[in-house]
C-alpha cells in the first residue's frame, strides 16, 4: 500500500486540520466552511456549491462564495470535471496536511535521535572522566563525538578505553587504534566492509593524520 495512503487511513485529516489550520493560515471562517464542504460530501453531495452550504450555515451566500473562491485561489480545495459531473475534492488539503504530518514525524524522530546521542555522548564522557581521574579537554570531547558520528557504541568506546588502560596506557591516540583495529576484525569476521572501516579506507591520510596526532601523551605508546 502506498505510504500517502497508510497515513490517510491511519491519521483523520479532519484532527490534522484542527491542529494545522492556523500553520496554513486558514481563518475560522474557511475552517469551518471546510468542515461543513466535508459534511456535504460525506453525505453524498459531491458538488458543494455555496448555496448548499448556505443551508447548514449561518453565512449568507455571497460571503460563503467569498469563502470558496478563497479556499479554492489557496489550492485548498478544487472542482473538477468527472466524466459529465464536476465534483467538489478536499484533496489538495488533504495533500497539504499529510505532508505537515510526515514532516513533524521527521522532525520528531531527529529530535529523539540527538537526544539518544546525547545521551550516549554524556555517558562516554563521565566514563571517561571517571577512569582517567580528571576532565576532558575540548580537543578529547571533539575526538569522542568523532567516534560517535562513526557509528561506535558508547559501549565499545568505553571497553576500547579499558583496554588501552589495562596497557598502562591514557591517550586517546591509543583508543583510535584499538577502535579502528576492532573495527577492522570484525570486518573481516562478517566477510564485509562496515560503515566504519569505509569512513576509514576513504582516506589513507586521515589515518595517517590520526595515528601521528599526540591526544594526550606523545610518549604513551
Request: proline letters at 2%; charged letters at 35%; a neutral charge.
Amino acid at each position: 500500500m502506498h505510504k500517502k495512503n497508510m497515513v490517510s487511513e491511519a491519521i483523520d485529516f479532519r484532527f490534522l486540520l484542527m491542529e494545522n489550520y492556523k500553520k496554513l493560515k486558514i481563518n475560522e471562517k474557511e475552517l469551518v466552511t471546510l468542515f461543513m464542504i466535508d459534511h456535504f460530501i460525506t453525505l453524498g453531495n459531491p458538488f458543494v456549491t455555496a448555496d448548499l452550504l448556505s443551508l447548514k450555515m449561518s453565512l449568507d451566500v455571497k460571503e460563503i462564495d467569498k469563502t470558496l473562491v478563497s479556499l479554492l485561489t489557496r489550492g485548498f480545495i478544487e472542482y473538477i470535471a468527472q466524466g459529465k459531473k464536476t465534483i467538489t475534492t478536499l484533496n489538495p488539503l488533504k495533500t497539504k496536511l499529510y505532508r505537515e504530518f510526515q514532516i513533524s514525524l521527521t522532525k520528531e524522530d531527529e529530535v529523539k535521535a540527538s537526544k539518544e546521542v546525547e545521551t550516549e555522548l554524556n555517558n562516554i564522557f563521565q566514563e571517561f572522566s571517571k577512569m582517567l581521574g580528571r576532565s576532558l579537554a575540548p580537543v578529547e570531547i571533539s575526538k569522542i563525538r568523532e567516534w560517535v558520528s562513526y557509528g561506535y557504541s558508547d559501549e565499545l568506546i568505553i571497553n576500547a578505553l579499558k583496554e588501552v588502560l589495562s596497557k598502562g596506557k591514557k591517550s586517546l591516540r591509543s583508543v583510535d587504534k584499538i577502535l579502528l583495529i576492532w573495527s577492522s576484525r570484525d570486518d573481516r569476521e562478517n566477510e564485509g566492509v562496515s560503515l566504519k572501516s569505509e569512513e576509514w579506507n576513504k582516506s589513507l591520510e586521515e589515518t595517517i593524520r590520526i595515528a601521528k596526532t599526540p591526544w594526550i601523551d606523545k610518549n604513551d605508546d
